[in-house]
């Protein structure tokens, strides 16, 4: 069964965000980045699949700039066997990245895929939903917990106060929550080898895909400095001041 | 938070090294590249921040423990040997054939730099393997070579270096440990050891040990001794792990610092049943050993970078939190906001950057002479090697101490409480101005080996190389300041440091403050010329490239002074070590 995973660029966890100074967008010249940290443990979910024998190949996909050869090298240095880069200058959007997917998906015969819940930087939690809606394919988000059964994978979500177990049909569409695995570090002499493993760049255009955009972006604005706390004298005023002030309840 | 890699600073020094030094025109170097160099920075940095750096308090609480022979290691030590080993980062810079990665050094220095800073203690294993593994392939017949380099390499074995006695440290020509020839070409080792690192722990199967030591009727002093191959444990034909080979660890030290790297005081042959091989020729042990400490010595200066780092990140992220005194406007401030704390902690800014740039320059340098075939580039690239190991091994480290200070001074009292941690930045530095050769048997080597006995050539060329920067560079305070210092040097060349009629013991009362002064000289260079680049490239990061430019202004406005101050003692001539009597 070949896996697909998804690894998408984004800005390294342990960067500080600055917003441009003309609230245009992010920041991103000269910063670092990395694999978003869900798709991280996409990628280990899916080596372990592979050790286990459940899987026979790895496809790591990220659809962006050319840059993000970067994080997919880092994914077959972690195990994954060969890559697709689906280049965009800035079509990244949800919907045409779920859109590259099933295509992949389709032509790769994929068993199961893989993809971080969200990724960190635009947080819209959305490709794995659309992917299993324009393929009609079942889809466990949020895993916590997954298991390839013959013909089908259980996978463990983490739901609003506890875990709900759902038993899907493959293919299908799991999506990673922060506790399924750990994600391991790269071994030194891997890092090389992943130099020379296959990474294919394609375009929406060869995969059959009109990339549409669909969202636009208005403005980004850094969060506003917290401000200092105050003492309270009383519950009386905290409730008080929780109803007047902050309108939280 | 703990250690995060400076990624930006390594990313972009060693581009600058790489590019320095030509490296792209080696054809050895092509599937080495600057690509390659950032993922494994990245995978490093994974690795250090998230498995070394947290061990590195618990390594110095807990230290290690000595009972009954043994020596435990800290709480987590072990687990984190085998992941370094399996992870084969031990193999980094060494040949494939082994089972390395055969990594250039342009690449291994910030992967060094990173071990170095998130745990010293810890990762001293790691040289050890590496030192030890360019004596056995430089020196080895191939026998020894086939036992023992792919178990080191891999990490199987580790690695112990075993010079000092009580007796012989800086003078190791005075050492008495005994080897005595045997029917079948063998050795009996018979004698004392005395802080050796990591001689006995419990993270590998088996400990080579490089051990010096005297034939029978070898020459005295340094011209009759001769390095031996002393496993702990024999090794069988099969190579696996065979007889104990009557090496005991007495005991370990209890240190101001690297509480969690054994220093142990080691026994051979106490029952005559201690069996060593000779590596390469008798009575050429020091000549073999020396080849691994240059690489020793450079390794060092990195731990003085790796530190400064620390001790930077520390007081910096305390700096912005502490709140205290008031600002202009009469408001509470953070203590960065004080002109005075800023001052501190842009010395340990502009010292670690200049200071990696220069460790990252000698690493391209190394790389030159492994990998290129252009003889003269070569041999250029060995005198200017020979000439700046001293500088960087005694410079670095000597700033290690003194910006952990600056670091300390940052925290004010709780600088001075072991919780923040910062004190511990300060006790680990202590020793790095004293092995692997003191700051004083630096300044020696620098000022009789490198210089005078070179006839000044290779500090010529190295001045010359300044004066080239500098007449291309534009005409700013910068370059005026280093311009001037340089002056002054080659003055102090002329009349003081290569005159004939030098009095040599009055040289050597001033060895320290010239090795000082050169290593200031050079780091304000690399500060200039990295300024220089960073204007070059100033529409990419703004803010990146106008900070090095300011701290190049920082460094010749503050440091580079202090630099030509201790020139004017290299010079007094009345400077009382003479006259008085103690
Ligand atoms: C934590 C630790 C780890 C170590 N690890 C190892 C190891 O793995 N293997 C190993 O073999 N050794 C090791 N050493 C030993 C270390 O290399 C020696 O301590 C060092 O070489 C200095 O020798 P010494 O202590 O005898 O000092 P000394 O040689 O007695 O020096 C004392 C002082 O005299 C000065 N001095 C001595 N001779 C001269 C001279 N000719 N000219 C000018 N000044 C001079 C020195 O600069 C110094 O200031 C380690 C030491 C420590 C503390």
């Known amino acids: ?249 | 938070m703990s250690y995060q890699a400076p990624y930006k600073d390594m990313q972009w020094l060693v581009e600058q090294a790489y590019q320095t030094q030509q490296l792209g025109n080696l054809e050895s170097l092509q599937d080495f590249d600057l690509d390659l160099a950032n993922a494994i920075i990245d995978e490093a940095n994974k690795f250090a921040s998230g498995v070394l750096a947290p061990l590195n308090m618990v390594g110095d609480e807990e230290g290690c423990k000595f009972s009954d022979g043994q020596v435990t290691t800290p709480t987590g030590w072990k687990d984190a040997y085998a992941q370094f080993r399996d992870s084969g980062w031990i193999g980094l810079a060494l040949p494939e054939e082994f089972g390395g990665q055969g990594l250039p050094k342009y690449i291994a220095q910030p992967v060094n730099e990173m071990w170095l800073s998130s745990n010293l203690a810890f990762v001293m294993f790691a040289a050890l393997a590496q030192g030890g593994s360019e004596i056995l392939l430089k020196f080895a017949s191939d026998e020894l070579k086939a036992r023992y380099l792919t178990q080191i390499v891999t990490g199987e074995w580790t690695v112990a270096m075993a010079l000092t006695e009580p007796n012989a440290g800086s003078d190791l020509g005075a050492l008495t440990t005994k080897a005595i020839p045997q029917a079948d070409g063998t050795y009996q080792i018979k004698g004392q050891k005395i802080y050796i690192t990591y001689g006995e722990h419990d993270m590998a199967d088996n400990i080579v040990h490089l051990v010096l030591a005297r034939t029978p009727d070898a020459p005295a002093g340094s011209r009759g001794i001769s390095l031996f191959a002393v496993p702990k444990y024999r090794v069988n034909e099969d190579g696996s792990c065979g007889e104990f080979n009557d090496i005991r660890c007495t005991g370990i030290e209890h240190k101001t610092g690297l509480h969690g790297s054994p220093t142990c005081s080691i026994s051979y042959g106490d029952n005559d049943a201690c069996v060593g091989e000779l590596i390469g020729n008798l009575n050429q042990g020091l000549m073999a050993m020396f080849v691994l400490m240059n690489e020793a010595r450079l390794s060092c200066g990195m731990q003085g970078v790796g530190l400064s780092e620390l001790a930077l990140q520390k007081a910096l992220q305390y700096s912005k939190e502490r709140v205290q005194g008031a600002g202009a406007d009469g408001q509470r401030v953070a203590i960065i906001e004080h002109p005075d704390v800023k001052r501190m902690l842009l010395n340990l800014r502009s010292e670690s950057f200049a200071l990696r740039s220069l460790g990252y320059q000698i690493a391209a340098l190394i790389d030159v002479t492994e990998q290129s075939d252009d003889e003269a580039a070569v041999k250029a690239a060995e005198k200017r090697i020979a000439l700046l190991t001293p500088i960087f091994k005694g410079f670095a480290t000597e700033q290690a101490n003194e910006l952990a200070g600056d670091a300390i001074q940052v925290y004010g009292g709780m600088g001075f409480v072991e919780e923040t941690g910062i004190a511990q930045v300060m006790r680990d530095a202590r020793i790095t101005t004293i092995y692997e050769g003191t700051t004083g048997v630096q300044s020696k080597d620098l000022v009789h080996r490198k210089i005078r006995m070179d006839q000044g050539q290779a500090i010529s060329e190295l001045l010359a190389a300044m004066r080239v920067d500098i007449a291309q560079a534009p005409e700013n305070v910068v370059n005026k300041r280093l311009s001037a210092a340089v002056d002054q040097l080659a003055q102090v060349l002329d009349t003081t440091v290569l005159s004939p009629n030098a009095d040599l013991a009055q040289l050597d009362a001033v060895a320290v403050p010239f090795l000082n002064a050169m290593g200031g000289i050079c780091c304000a260079w690399q500060l200039a010329r990295l300024a220089l680049k960073a204007q070059e490239s100033k529409a990419q990061d703004e803010e990146f490239f106008g900070n090095v430019e300011a701290l190049a202004e920082f460094y010749s406005a503050y440091k580079l002074p202090l630099a030509q101050a201790a020139l004017t003692t290299v010079t007094q001539e009345q400077n009382g070590v003479d006259a008085y009597q103690f």
């Open chain 1, 1 to 249: 069964m070949k896996v697909l995973v998804g690894v998408k660029r984004v800005i390294d966890y342990n960067v500080k965000v600055r917003v441009k100074s003309d609230n245009t967008d992010v920041d991103l010249s000269n910063t670092k980045m990395a694999i978003n940290p869900f798709c991280e443990i996409a990628v280990e979910e899916a080596i372990r699949l592979k050790e286990a024998g459940v899987a026979t190949e790895v496809i790591a996909v990220s659809v962006g700039t050319s840059a993000s050869q970067e994080q997919l090298r880092t994914a077959m240095a972690l195990g994954a066997d060969r890559a697709i880069l689906v280049e965009s200058e800035d079509g990244a959007e949800p919907l045409n990245v779920a859109k590259a997917f099933a295509k992949i998906m389709e032509q790769e015969e994929v068993g199961l895929v893989i993809l971080g819940k969200q990724s960190i930087d635009s947080d819209n939690n959305q490709v794995g939903q659309m992917l299993a809606a324009l393929t009609k394919r079942p889809q466990g988000t949020f895993a916590s917990k997954v298991a390839v059964d013959g013909n089908s994978v259980s996978v463990t979500r983490e739901i609003d106060g506890g875990l709900r177990t759902v038993k899907l049909e493959l293919p299908a569409i799991v999506t990673t929550d922060l506790r399924l695995n750990e994600p391991r570090f790269a071994k030194l002499p891997d890092i090389m080898k992943a130099k020379r493993k296959p990474l294919e760049t394609k375009t929406f255009a060869d995969l059959g895909v009109e990339a549409k955009q669909h969202i636009q972006l208005d403005k980004v604005e850094a969060p506003a400095a917290r401000q200092g706390g105050v003492k309270v004298g009383s519950v009386d005023e905290l409730i008080q001041k929780l109803k007047d002030e902050a309108k939280v309840i």
